[in-house]
Structures are given as C-alpha cells and as structure tokens.
C-alpha cells in the first residue's frame, strides 16, 4: 500500500500534460522517424519526473491547508499515508532522475532539454511559493510551462519550432488555465470558500469575457497556421485548415462544460472522460494524420 501511496503522491494521471513533447515532431511529419520517437519518449518520461517533483514540493508546502480542504485532504501527504521525510526523499529522487535521463538523449539535445527542466523547475517553485498567489501571473506561469514542453519536444527530436506553434499552444493552454478559475470563482460565490488564496481577484464577468477572448485568438491562430504559406510549402498541402472543424468542435464543447455545465476544474480529468473532446481530439489527429502521412 505504500508504495501505491508513493505512486499517486507524484500524480501520473497528470503526466498526460506531458505529451505536449510529442507535438513538434508530429507537426513537423517526425512520427515514422524511430531514432526521433525514441528521443520524445525519453523527453516525456524526464519531464514527468521533474513535474512529479514539483508536485510534490507543493503537496509538502500546502500541506496543512490540504488537510481542510474537502479533497484534498485525501492527498498522501495530507491524509498522514506518506510522511514528510518520505515525501522529500520521493521529490528529489524524482527530480534527480529525470535530469539523469537526459544524458540518454544525443549530446545535441541531452544539454538543451536538461536546462529546460531546471528552468521549469524554478519557475514552478516560485509558482508554488509566491506567484500562485497573484492573479493573471498564476494562469500565464501555467501555459508558460506547457510552452517548455513543446521546447523540450523540439530539443530532444532536433525538430525546428516555428512561432505557430508556440503561440498555438500558450493560448490554448491559457485558456484552459482561465476555464479552470471559473470553477474556483464559481465556488468561491456561492459558498465563501476560497480554492485560491486571489479568488477574489478573479469574478464570472471577467473569467467569460476573457475565455472568450482567448478561445477566438486561439481559433484564429490555428486557422492562420493551416493556411500560412510557410506551413502549406512544408506539408505540400493546402487541405490542412480542413481540421479547423475538430479544434472549433473541441473549443466550444469546453466552452459548454465550463459555462453551462461548471465542470472545468480539471482539465486532465476532463481529457480522461468526456467522449465529446476525446472524439474531437481523436478527429484531429486521424485528420491531420492522414493528410500528412498518407498522400
């Protein structure tokens, strides 16, 4: 049982955040090379240790208040099943061996990838530290990290990062950092409770109108990168803005959760079991497959 404890104090249900790593090769047509799968596998299994240490750097700092929290009390640390020394040991054998398998990596890249992780690792310290703390910095810090994703993907594959897909990937993931606030705000009115510490910083006008916001800037990019010509002489085709449907569909059914049904406090939980965005996602990536690899 302890171990099963051990497990879920690093979350590997959150490492699903962490495929982000597969994205430059996928967009760049990399899926068939063998030698540069193998290296976004080791990119992804270094960066969910380093993440899985943050995690638990957060769990041992918030861990008092966890154990108020309705459910967060049931968190190892908090519900008394880890203790703390435990706790410390697993975060840095975490951390320590995800930096240790970046030297599995070519020397061009094992570098790269290794300085992006400790810079993750810094940012996501002062977050949990400090700038959780702070309005709009907490959601920017939070899409910010899945930007150093799409770069260690990039580092460790030697594929080229064009500024589509880095402005594609920052909006989307601001957006579903802002869709996660509204739940929080959403409690916040109705009961008092504050789920974060700057609640009050954030009200339901201002979470709609800036999902709203975000959500069109992101479809916007994503329509532009399909049609740019930089992208159409890469791939060879003009057909790619056909998967605009699937990422629109995908927008707006998170859209629908998080205002009429108020249930986007976690995005990863939402990946796991709406049909509706798995079906969106699995549309996208059939698509977009088919018109890259099978012509």
Known sequence: MKY??????????QWAKNL??????FF???????????????AFVAFS???????????????????????????PIAS????PAE????????FCIGILATSLLPDYASLELAYILIAYTIINLAYCLKLKHIAIIDIVIVAVGFVLRILAGGFATATPISHWIVLLTFLLALFLAVAKRRDDVIIYEQ???KMRRNIDRYNRQFIDLALGIISTLCMMCYIMYSVSPEVVTRFGTSWLYLTSVFVLAGILRYLQLAIVDIRSGS???????????QMCILGWLLTFALILYVR
């Open 4 to 13: 099963i404890e051990l497990v879920r104090l690093l979350r590997p249900q």
């Open 20 to 25: 982000f790593v597969f994205l430059p090769m």
């Open 28 to 42: 760049y047509g990399q899926l068939t090379d063998a030698a540069a799968l193998k290296n976004a596998v080791i």
């Open 49 to 75: 240790l380093v993440a899985s240490s943050v995690y638990c750097f957060n769990d041992l700092k918030d861990v008092e208040s966890d154990k108020r929290h309705e459910k967060k009390r049931h968190r």
């Open 80 to 83: 008394g099943a880890v203790s």
């Open 87 to 94: 706790a410390v040991v697993c975060c840095i054998a975490a």
């Open 191 to 193: 009961s008092g409770a």
């Open 267 to 277: 995005p990863t939980q939402i990946l796991l079991h709406d049909k509706f965005i």
